[in-house]
């Protein structure tokens, strides 16, 4: 059974710092891709940043470029998304998911409807 897990979420005030956890299991870890995905109150979700199972490939949503971080620990199948100087505009439902590795990553890894899993998602709320 495949499955994502996130962690890491909570409440931050403004400048402050989190790590978010994307724990997966039950599929095969080699020629996939990971990305991060974010929906706020009111607004459509987006994507944040995306990793290939070998690292080789990174992207970032324009939004968060320069400020977070996107990593990944094949032994343990974990994606982390380090997210430093953290503002109010950054809080939302933080979702990661997984999809194998396609042709043009580069183009396609912030089509949603692309990804065969998801998490349940992790609450980051940022205080001003």
Do not use: M
Not at 4 to 21: A, F, I, K, N, P
Not at 24 to 48: L, M
Not at 59 to 64: F, L, N, P, R
């Amino acid at each position: 059974q495949v499955q994502l897990v996130e962690s890491g979420g909570g409440l931050v005030q403004t400048g402050d710092s989190l790590r978010l956890s994307c724990a997966a299991s039950g599929f095969t870890w080699d020629n996939y891709a990971i990305a991060w995905f974010r929906q706020a109150p009111g607004k459509e979700r987006e994507g944040v940043a995306c990793i290939s199972s070998s690292g080789g490939f990174i992207y970032y949503g324009d939004s968060v470029k320069g400020r977070f971080t996107i990593s990944s620990d094949n032994a343990k199948n974990t994606v982390y998304l380090q997210a430093n100087s953290l503002t109010p505009e950054d809080t939302a439902v933080y979702y990661c998911a997984a999809r194998r590795l396609p042709l043009l990553l580069f183009k396609r890894w912030v089509r949603q409807h692309e990804y065969d899993y998801w998490g349940p998602g992790t609450q980051v709320t940022v205080s001003s």
